[in-house]
């Protein structure tokens, strides 16, 4: 399972850090929503979904978090910890998010507007959908981008 992370470009001067993201710039897809998470109580672990066709970029623009990722035959934990990492997560793709510090703000860039019908909530049919979507790529790592 390769892992996407993408490094975002930090514009610093003396007053400090400023991160720009733009839609098939720094983010693979057209943007249709924005939301984040703050204020996570410790030991709570959300997410435990996945989607049949939404894309997202998880960006840990403050504190830390570790994000589970599992295609349904790989799991792997990634730490986010730095504002200009963001993680990407493709369709079909089983997420938890945990180990939120009392600051972390989690933003979520995602490619389509809220959709109930696109969860999958269930992991055996979740397992079912990953069987049946076929593997992009066997091949292993952490890719940079
Ligand atoms: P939920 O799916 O439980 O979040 P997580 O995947 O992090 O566990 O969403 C929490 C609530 O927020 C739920 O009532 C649905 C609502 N919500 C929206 O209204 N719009 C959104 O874009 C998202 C992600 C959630």
Redesign the pocket.
Known sequence: MIVTKYVFQPHGDARGQLVALEEFKDIPFRIK?V?Y?YETLEGVA????AHKSLQQILVCIHGCCKIRLDNGKEKKVIPLEKPYEGLYVPNAMWRE?FDFSPDAVLM?L?SEL?DEADYIRDYEEFLEFAENCGDAAEAEGVEEK
């Open positions: 929503r939301y998470m959300r997410g435990h979904h998010m979520v995602a809220y």
